[in-house]
């Protein structure tokens, strides 16, 4: 099992930044990726930006792409999301997950979530 912890959210004013972090525990030697999704209320969960457990490979939604940035510390286990120029449409509750390279996120590990409230 990989254990994942998200810290960070909060409530920011639009055009305003965030950095999101996940720190990761267990058997992480299985993980191949991780990435960061968002539910907002009322909708479906979607995918905000991934990276490969190496550091690299970085991929990104449209709606976020030149505006988040995602990274990795390998060193510390840990994954973060800075976010910048945000916008009320960020609004939603923001989740850490990883996969190994034969599963799917849906099928993978996922921390408890993290709110982030932009105001207008």
């Known amino acids: 099992q990989v254990q994942l912890v998200e810290s960070g959210g909060g409530l920011v004013q639009a055009g305003g930044s965030l950095r999101l972090s996940c720190a990761a525990s267990?058997?992480?030697?299985?993980?191949?990726?991780m990435g960061w999704f968002r539910q907002a209320p009322g909708k479906e969960r979607e995918f905000v930006s991934d990276?490969?457990?190496?550091?690299?490979?970085?991929y990104y939604a449209d709606s976020v792409k030149g505006r988040f940035t995602i990274s990795r510390d390998s060193a510390k286990n840990m994954m973060y999301l800075q976010m910048n120029s945000l916008k009320p449409e960020d609004t939603a509750v923001y989740y850490c997950?990883?996969?190994?390279?034969?599963?799917?996120?849906?099928?993978?590990?996922w921390g408890q979530g993290t709110q982030v409230t932009v105001s207008s």
């Open positions: 997950a990883a996969r190994s390279v034969v599963v799917r996120y849906e099928n993978g590990f």
């Open positions: 990276i490969s457990w190496s550091g690299v490979n970085p």
């Open positions: 267990g058997r992480t030697f299985s993980v191949s990726r």
